[in-house]
């Protein structure tokens, strides 16, 4: 099956550590995008890419950046992490020409 | 104001009633609408999507459209537990970009 998947699911950093997070994609679609979710807030967009020349920040890129490195892959860093980035990260694609996106199984981020 | 708003529950119905589920937005130019079910823990599922005004139905789930007072709605039909779940309001804002709701709960009670 054509899949969204993140690695890893499951991170515990400490402040002040540069992490990564990973997104690859076997759906063939153009786009890919960044969210994180945090309870009560919803899913924020923090970067997403049309294609691999084109990324755009979102509305809460602060703290973070991308790097496309090929059509099927999109990776996150967290160049210094603080606390307040502790939350629900989700990787999500779409087709070129399509407004429905779909969604990786997540990270689940601490930062201690 | 928010983009969208949704009533964040949560909203406890028996089983085999309707749960309805509303969503409002600000951008009155917004043009799409998307529904995403989404289980504790797990990762956002659409599950419908709705671009005219009126209803569209899709098996048990059926969306409704009213772009002047500028709502959309989710009915759930002979709700079952599996369908406890928070449910994801989304729009289209601009460039392929969906701006979503905080959710709305859902519980089923047997």
């Known amino acids: 099956d054509a899949d969204v998947t993140q690695t890893p699911r499951n991170r515990i950093t400490k402040t002040g550590k540069r992490i990564m997070l990973e997104c690859s994609q076997t759906?063939?679609?153009?786009?890919m995008y960044w969210y994180r979710q945090d309870p009560g807030l919803g899913l924020r967009l923090i970067y997403y890419s049309f294609d691999v020349k084109d990324i755009n920040k979102g509305e809460i890129s602060d703290g973070y950046s991308v790097s496309r490195q090929a059509q099927a892959k999109f990776s996150l860093s967290l160049e210094s992490a603080i606390p307040n980035q502790t939350a629900l990260y989700f990787c999500?694609?779409?087709?070129?020409?399509?407004?429905?996106?779909?969604f990786g199984p997540g990270t689940r981020l601490t930062v201690t | 104001q928010k983009e969208v708003e949704q009533n964040s529950g949560p909203l406890s119905v028996p089983e085999g009633a309707i749960a309805s589920l509303n969503c409002t937005y600000s951008?009155?130019?917004?043009?799409?609408f998307f529904w995403y079910r989404q289980y504790s823990g797990k990762s956002p599922e659409l599950i419908m999507f709705?671009?005219?005004?009126g209803d569209k139905e899709d098996g048990r789930f059926t969306a409704q459209l009213n772009k002047a007072s500028q709502y959309v709605s989710l009915l759930i039909r002979d709700s079952q537990p599996s369908d406890s779940a928070t449910y994801l309001c989304?729009?289209?804002?601009?460039?392929?970009?969906?701006?979503f709701g905080a959710g709305t709960t859902v519980t089923v009670r047997a």
């Open positions: 989304a729009v289209k804002a601009n460039d392929y970009k969906l701006s």
């Open positions: 759906k063939g679609h153009d786009r």
């Open positions: 999500a694609t779409s087709r070129r020409g399509s407004y429905e996106q779909y």
């Open positions: 709705i671009y005219s005004n």
């Open positions: 951008d009155r130019g917004s043009q799409s």
